[in-house]
């Protein structure tokens, strides 16, 4: 069994293969072509919960794999991280698990893939300008896959807690200066909002991070953040200006509150959402069909994601003989 640490995922996954590595996945599950059962969670009281998330991607050779992904909140107090994750990857020729890997950077390399492979197929091609909402764990991956699919010159980087913007400028400012683009405070989130482009909220926010009339005509958004019914960061009034996709329908629909809350209200009609950008890549569905329109993705992230990226780290790995081996 070859062992991946995060350092190795990084190397292994850049952010421009996870974006293709993403796109397959989302193909693959417009063609019928995955198994995901809804994941599996035990809850140890008084310390956090464990939860499973499998799927059986089919297609090539066929690809079994699980996360397990904790939060354990009180981790963080003992200097650890507080969602700890793992992934195993297992062999479809001989059910042999073949590959263990750090879950957490999966998570946010195909994450910020997610948002990146969004952006490539609905963005307008003449975006220069991003906006970015939260600076948490997930932040950076989500500034380099904006930066991958379109030529910015400048995000904007917004938080609640400002004092948090200033050390993500500084230590993501190199990243963002190798695709020509600046980094800037935003001191309001319609300082973020007004005049940009490309959107992506990532933040921990239970009510939306942003007033959806300020959203340019033409924008893009990426709705990352939020995967409770009752929390939500995009409000209603930029889902009714919108051409609106997901990742997931299924999901999404037992998930995301920027959905579930307004449609509560009768503020927002469920079967307005378009579809699933996997059917825009399959050409069964159109995606941006104006200039002028709004395109919105809203993501709750799927285990076929996981699955299709740790194998992809996993043949890069096999390919430059990277991650230790070991015997059971
Ligand atoms: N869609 C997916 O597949 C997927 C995958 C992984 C994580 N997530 C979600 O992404 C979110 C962010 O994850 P993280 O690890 O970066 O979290 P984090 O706790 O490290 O950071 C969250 C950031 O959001 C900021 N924030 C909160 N409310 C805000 C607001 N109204 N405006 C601007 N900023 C605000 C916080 O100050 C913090 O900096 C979480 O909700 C997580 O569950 C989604």
């Known amino acids: 069994m070859l062992v991946i640490n995060a350092r190795q995922v990084r190397e292994l996954l850049p952010m421009k293969e996870a974006i293709e590595a993403d796109k397959k996945a ?3 599950h417009s063609a019928g072509q995955t198994e995901v059962p809804v994941r599996l969670g035990f809850d140890i009281p008084g310390r956090g919960s464990v939860l499973f998330m499998p799927a059986y991607v089919k297609g090539d050779v066929g690809s079994v794999g699980v996360k397990i992904v904790s939060v354990f909140p009180g981790n963080l107090a003992k200097g650890m991280t507080s969602v700890p994750a ?4 297992v062999d479809c020729e001989t059910g042999v698990v073949n590959a263990l890997m750090d879950g957490s950077e999966v998570t946010r390399v195909r994450t910020g893939a997610i948002s990146g492979a969004a952006t490539d197929i609905l963005a307008r091609y003449d975006a ?3 906006a970015l909402f ?3 764990g997930q932040a950076p991956a989500q500034l380099e896959a904006m930066l991958c699919a379109r030529t910015l010159k400048e995000v904007r980087i917004f938080d609640l807690l400002p004092e948090r913007i200033a050390p993500f400028i500084e230590s993501n400012g190199e990243l963002a200066e190798k695709y020509g683009a600046k980094l800037v405070a935003a001191r309001s989130s319609d300082e973020a909002v007004d005049s940009a482009d490309v959107i992506t909220t990532v933040t921990t926010a239970k009510t939306p991070v942003f007033d959806g009339t300020r959203v340019k005509l033409g924008a893009h958004v990426n709705g990352v953040g939020s995967f409770l019914p009752t929390s ?4 209603e009034k930029l889902l009714s200006r919108a ?6 329908r299924e999901a999404v629909l037992a998930e995301a509150g920027d959905f579930l809350i307004p449609a509560a209200g009768g503020a927002y009609d469920l079967n307005a959402i378009a579809g699933e950008i996997g059917d825009v890549l399959a050409g069964k569905l159109a995606g941006r069909t104006s200039d ?7 993501t709750v992230g799927f285990a076929v994601l996981d699955v299709v990226a740790a194998r992809t780290i996993y043949e890069n790995a096999v390919a430059t003989g990277a991650g230790s081996e070991i015997d059971l």
């Open 86 to 89: 793992q992934v195993l990857l």
């Open 243 to 248: 051409r609106v996709f997901v990742d997931n």
């Open 292 to 298: 002028d329109e709004i395109t919105v993705l809203k």
């Open 128 to 130: 220069s300008v991003g």
């Open 134 to 136: 939260g600076t948490g």
């Open 232 to 235: 939500r960061e995009l409000d």
């Open 26 to 28: 989302f193909l693959l």
